[in-house]
């Protein structure tokens, strides 16, 4: 006779199922909101698709752009694999391209551009599958470098348009409330390499590899980040490549407003609004930061330059989604294989 105390053991399928259903309802939940504020937004009249139309019927233009935000991503691959050279992790310059044009591309789907980046260090151990905690320590680098990249610029474009045009009282306090985010982001970034070292020093007198997985873990972490920070010129080259991608891509925010005639800022104020709305692009709430990337950036740009029949501005950034997806679609026919794997 079965003991009535004795538990009934799970069914493993149905423990595996409950994450798998809870990640599809997030996912759909981030699919909603991001379509949601698309919504609002055309509803809003700060969202329009006669614009769209108009840059598709200018296709030479289409091609430029399209090319340049291309160039993109071999920047970006050049700065990572200097990275990962430090790390003693010496791949082919090739295959990072593959990994970091193929994680680009899989980010238009997954939340923020964080999941770009996840993306990437999943295919990062087909280069050194041993030393994952490194792989992703060069990941999230490689992403502080292009936040500095943005801040720089951002800190940069508020102090030369606060210098150079007059702006109202109340909007002189708003820029100078950004610049002084910016400004504050940029130490953050830079204290960081510093803490690392900091601590560096500690595990090493605390002796924390010796002491379990953990803290050996921990000391592996703490040794790539200090790493970083001895090499401050492999760093200041990858804030270059930085500040050279971001400030293409805010000229061509400019540029596609200017073409598709929408509202009237000068490109200094597309490089603060810009700034600002691609690291907003980070937070992962819906895909790719759809829907909630054009709330901010014409949130932002209302407030910079008022008007009392609000323009499209949710469309620039929009159109520049659309673009940067067309240069992304070669992606799907260099999907990192099997890559030269690096020891």
């Known amino acids: 006779m079965a003991n009535k105390d004795m538990p009934i053991p799970k069914d493993p399928s149905t423990q595996t199922e409950h994450p798998r259903i809870q990640h599809r309802y997030s996912l759909l939940l981030k699919l909603a909101l991001a379509f949601f504020l698309l919504w609002a937004l055309y509803r809003l009249e700060l969202l329009q698709l006669a ?15 399209v090319f340049l935000l291309w160039l993109t ?35 238009l789907f997954l939340p923020g551009v964080v999941g770009g980046d996840i993306v ?21 680098v490689d992403r502080l470098l292009g936040m500095l990249g943005l801040l720089t610029l951002g800190l940069l474009a508020s102090l030369v348009y606060l210098d150079r045009f007059w ?29 690392a070292r900091c601590l560096r020093a500690v595990y090493r007198r605390k002796e924390w590899p010796e002491k379990g997985f953990i803290l050996r873990l921990a000391a592996k972490t703490i040794e790539s980040v200090a790493l970083y920070s001895d090499r401050p010129g492999q760093l200041a080259l990858g804030w270059g490549l930085s500040i050279v991608v971001h400030g293409k891509d ?8 200017r073409v598709m005639g929408i509202g009237g800022m000068d490109p200094w104020q597309y490089a603060i609004v810009g700034s600002i709305t691609f690291l907003v692009n980070y937070l992962p709430l819906t895909p790719g930061g759809l829907g909630v990337g054009e709330a901010a950036f014409s949130q932002l740009a209302l407030w910079l330059e008022p008007a009392s029949a609000p323009p499209a501005y949710a469309t620039v950034l929009l159109a520049f989604r659309a673009v940067t997806a067309l240069a992304l679609l070669p992606a799907l026919i260099l999907l990192p294989g099997r890559l030269r794997r690096s020891s």
């Open 167 to 195: 702006v109202h009282p109340h909007m002189r306090s708003l820029i100078l409330l950004l610049a002084g985010t910016f400004l504050t982001g940029l130490l953050a970034v830079t204290a960081a390499g510093i803490f």
């Open 73 to 107: 991503f071999p920047l970006c691959a050049l700065r990572w694999w200097q990275l990962l050279q430090i790390q003693g992790i010496k791949p082919p310059l090739s295959d990072v391209f593959k990994i970091v044009y193929s994680s680009a591309f899989w980010g």
């Open 250 to 257: 805010l000229a061509i925010l400019a540029i596609l407003a």
């Open 120 to 140: 990437r260090v999943a295919f990062g151990l087909t280069l050194s599958r041993r030393r994952m905690s490194v792989v992703t320590v060069s990941v999230v």
């Open 51 to 65: 614009p769209l139309v108009f840059l598709v019927q200018t296709p030479w233009l289409l091609v430029v752009i």
